[in-house]
């Protein structure tokens, strides 16, 4: 890039990076979306003279195969199993002001904007990408302290290995 005079570089962070919703506690992954950010700016400010940019995506509840993973995972010991998943995937479409969750379209087409020539003169900035969540706030009286956030929460902590093996086969994932 420096080679060429011109660049984009496009970051993916988390809205977890600006904020901590009571009842869900990811401590690492919110220190660690942060430094993303931290970095991100850095980039920006010590390359924009050299015609690199540099910005970062931000995205909020976003259904993926992540989400299927952690879904099933929490249907697993449930009598209904589809039952079970169905109302993990409810929960969080609910969470979100537009009534759903994003889906990796939206992260997609929000970093190819930021990697295009049509962001020219965008350059060290956070883009959220979350349906308006991060203003209206994850809680809502639904996530706060639920049974499947502990839950999810709890599979988390149990099966980071299997996750970690999860984001290997599952390309883009994290």
């Not at 919110?30 to 924009?48: C, E, F, H, R």
């Not at 609910?94 to 990796?104: D, E, I, L, N, R």
Request: hydrophobic share 40%; aromatic share 6%.
């Amino acid at each position: 890039m420096e080679k060429q005079g011109k660049g984009a570089i496009v970051n993916v962070s988390s809205i977890a990076s600006i904020r901590s919703p009571k009842g869900i506690s990811y401590l690492a992954y919110n220190a660690s979306k942060g430094a993303v950010n931290s970095l991100t700016m850095a980039i920006a400010s010590q390359y924009a003279e050299k015609g690199i940019r540099c910005n970062a995506i931000l995205p909020g509840l976003m259904h993926t195969p992540m989400i299927d993973f952690l879904a099933e995972q929490y249907a697993k010991s449930e009598k209904d199993h589809n039952q079970a998943y169905e109302k993990m995937i409810a929960i969080r479409d609910h969470a979100s002001p537009t009534g759903k969750m994003g889906t990796g379209w939206d992260t997609a087409n929000a970093a190819l904007f930021l990697a295009s020539d049509q962001s020219a003169y965008v350059n060290g900035h956070l883009l959220v990408v979350d349906g308006g969540i991060n203003d209206t706030g994850l809680e809502r009286g639904v996530l706060e302290n639920s049974r499947p956030a502990r839950e999810i929460n709890a599979i988390i902590e149990t099966n980071e290995s299997k996750i970690r093996i999860f984001s290997r086969v599952v390309p883009g994932y994290r």
